[in-house]
């Protein structure tokens, strides 16, 4: 099973700043991460999939890079709505499955 | 606008079986683009994949879960279903379904914790 670390855990920063959140891998998982948003009492919501590829609605200031085994989601300047966990995930091809980071938290400083 | 909503008992007694159902609005379950699935987050940790269903049948589980877990799929009432047997505590959790589209999942329900009793 592929096992996704976050760094750094918890992130504190202020409004304006870029935020710089990490994910690497156990072993390769190609293009195949995507991250996740996730606010107090609210379901996760799609950020980036396939690496780098914004989803529907999602602000140009979240971009997302990497390959292979180490992957960066980048906020390039905080937003009062951007204080909340982000979790990677990855999906395995055969047999099919998916695995979540633990989470890196976005806090304001 | 596709909506997904869980429903199902809020409290579960240890060694049961917990049984949920997601609803689907807004969208077929039997699209071919998509996959249908269930994860869990305890109260205060991280996410969990449970499985996925694909309308024809094909399911897909945690392997780590797969002995207690059964999802199912109704596409004439648009729902997919979640069984967890042999309940514990450490199966508390906040549990969601979603939609997934070539493995991202980009809708979600909103959630419903499900808490078990001793």
């Known amino acids: 099973e592929i096992v996704l670390t976050q760094s750094p855990a918890t992130l504190s920063l202020s409004p304006g700043e870029r935020a710089t959140l990490s994910c690497r891998a156990s072993?390769?998982?190609?293009?195949?991460l995507a991250w996740y948003q996730q606010k107090p009492g609210q379901a996760p919501r799609l950020l980036i999939f396939?690496?780098?590829n914004r989803a529907t609605g999602i602000p140009a200031r979240f971009s997302g890079s990497g390959s292979g085994t180490d992957f960066t989601l980048t906020i390039s300047s905080l937003e009062p709505e951007d204080f909340a966990v982000y979790y990677c995930q990855q999906r395995s091809n055969w047999p099919p499955s998916l695995t979540f980071g633990g989470g890196t938290k976005v806090e304001i400083k | 606008q596709l909506q997904l909503q869980e429903s199902g008992p809020g409290l579960v007694k240890s060694s049961e079986t917990l049984s949920l159902t997601c609803t689907v609005s807004?969208?077929?379950?039997?699209?071919?683009?998509?996959?249908w699935g269930w994860i869990r987050q305890p109260p205060g940790k991280g996410l969990e994949w449970i499985g996925n269903?694909?309308?024809?049948?094909?399911?897909y589980y945690n392997q780590s879960l797969k002995s207690r877990v059964t999802i199912s799929v109704d596409m004439s009432k648009n729902q997919f279903s979640l069984e967890v047997s042999s309940v514990t505590a450490a199966d508390t959790a906040v549990y969601y379904c979603?939609?997934?589209?070539?493995?991202?999942?980009?809708?979600w329900g909103q959630g419903t914790l499900v808490t078990v009793s001793s």
């Open positions: 979603a939609r997934w589209g070539n493995w991202n999942g980009d809708r």
């Open positions: 269903v694909f309308y024809s049948g094909n399911i």
């Open positions: 807004g969208g077929s379950i039997s699209s071919s683009s998509y996959y």
């Open positions: 396939n690496t780098s």
């Open positions: 072993q390769s998982v190609s293009s195949y």
